[in-house]
């Protein structure tokens, strides 16, 4: 995706989910990237905020609480990222989907590819 290619990620205008806890969010673990932090304009959403016993789905109403407190909006364009790409983005993709919210994109090489560019912006 260009945003994602040209390190413009943060200006794409989209509300960035960084799915990660908040030791990687905020660089004190860096969860075996590069550097630790987060993509500039990202907001941490931990991925556990949505999931219940034994890494399902809570309550759709638990959910949508949740994601309406913290201002996540059907109506935004929403990227979520984690690490690798591969888990806790994937899990919010899929719990956001399943609300119905359908301007929803995973940043498929997540905090190891952003942070393993030294041109690129890092935020702590």
Aim: aromatic content about 10%; proline content about 6%; charged content about 25%.
């Amino acid at each position: 995706d260009w945003a994602v290619k040209t390190g413009s990620l943060p200006k794409s205008g989209a509300l960035l989910l960084d799915a990660r806890g908040l030791a990687e969010f905020s660089g004190k673990d860096n969860g075996g990237a590069r550097q630790g932090g987060h993509i500039p304009g990202a907001r941490s959403f931990p991925w556990s905020r949505l999931s219940g016993e034994s890494a399902t789905f809570k309550q759709a109403e638990a959910m949508k609480k949740a994601l309406l407190d913290a201002g996540i909006t059907p109506d935004k364009e929403i990227i979520t990222y984690c690490n690798g790409g591969l888990g806790r983005s994937t899990f919010l993709f899929a719990a956001l989907t399943r609300l119905g919210y359908d301007k929803v994109r995973v940043y498929p090489g997540s905090w190891i590819e952003w942070a393993s560019d030294p041109s690129r912006p890092i935020e702590r």
